[in-house]
């Protein structure tokens, strides 16, 4: 998966088409915490993150992409390798393969 793709996309379409954009912040999270990229850098993860967060601001779910992240931070901290590169002292602090939340149509 080229991340990169989703990225531009989330960073793109926040404003002309949010849904849209949140949809691919949380795609690429969701790749990204799968392990299926091609090259990823730890710049990608925050922007991933910033993304869906902001953009969910727009859209009225920033709680639940919250609890998303809750949830993704808390399945990668099962796996050290990987979980070292999602911590950070903010809301990004906590990145998984969660439940859908109803975020995603066709993912």
């Known amino acids: ?27 690429a999270l969701r ?12 710049g990608d ?7 869906a967060l902001e953009t969910a601001e727009v859209t009225g779910q920033a709680e639940t992409i919250q609890a998303f ?3 993704l931070t808390a399945a990668l901290t099962r796996t050290p390798s990987f979980a070292s590169s999602w911590r950070r002292p903010t809301a990004c602090a906590a990145l998984p393969l ?10």
């Open 31 to 42: 790749w990204m915490a799968a392990g299926r990229f091609y090259e990823l850098r730890a």
């Open 69 to 71: 992240l809750d949830e």
């Open 1 to 27: 998966m080229d991340i990169g793709t989703l990225l531009r996309a989330a960073r793109d379409l926040q404003e002309s088409n949010p849904r849209f954009a949140l949809q691919a912040a949380v795609a």
């Open 45 to 51: 993860v925050w922007d991933a993150c910033r993304f």
């Open 98 to 107: 969660a439940p859908d939340y109803g975020i995603l149509e066709a993912c």
